[in-house]
């Protein structure tokens, strides 16, 4: 599953779950920023996912959501809005089960290049690239996107604004 994973630091965890900052990176025209990831030694196996990674040592999730943001994609000029939804997850990446307590920030940009500034060997070996998904195309893909209900969440978001509170999601168990 998730190159969501790509950072291999340990990370920073809470009740045995690594603790993850991810962000839903919206740009002007309202498209969502997706990396696209696959197994290390494996190309064939891959999906999107949001920009992100675990918490370090004594950085709040903020700080890592901004962090990993401008690691992964060059990009730093963003507005950070708040959290959307909560997630956790395990799944096989890399030769090991991550178990992960996510957190979804909502972030906005203007800048839409997208340029990988400090990226771990693993991510080096893990992802493939990035691209700008509009809800429309999200919703007929058939490639396989984390969180699996992405379509789903970002229509909502798009219609309604961001909820009142993070919103708790499925737990996600591959």
Do not use: N
Not at 29 to 53: K, N, Q, S, V, Y
Not at 81 to 103: K, M
Request: contains cysteine; charged residues 30%.
């Amino acid at each position: 599953m998730p190159a969501e994973t790509a950072d291999t630091g340990a990370g920073t965890y809470e009740g045995g779950l690594r603790k993850v900052a991810r962000v839903v990176l919206l740009d002007p025209r309202d498209r969502i920023l997706l990396l696209h990831g696959h197994e290390p030694d494996d190309p064939a196996h891959d999906w999107w996912f949001t920009p992100g990674g675990g918490v370090e040592g004594e950085e709040t999730r903020e700080q890592a959501a901004l962090r990993e943001l401008a690691e992964e994609t060059g990009i730093t000029d963003v507005e950070l809005g708040p959290v959307l939804w909560r997630r956790t997850c395990s799944f096989p990446f890399a030769g090991r089960r991550w178990d992960q307590d996510e957190w979804y920030y909502l972030a906005r940009t203007t800048v839409t290049t997208i340029r990988a500034t400090a990226l771990t060997e693993l991510e080096r070996r893990s992802v493939a690239g990035a691209r700008w998904w509009t809800c429309q195309e999200l919703t007929r893909a058939h490639e396989t996107v984390y969180p699996i209900r992405l379509a789903e969440l970002l229509g909502r978001l798009l219609d309604e604004g961001p909820p009142a509170g993070p919103v708790t999601l499925d737990t996600e168990i591959v």
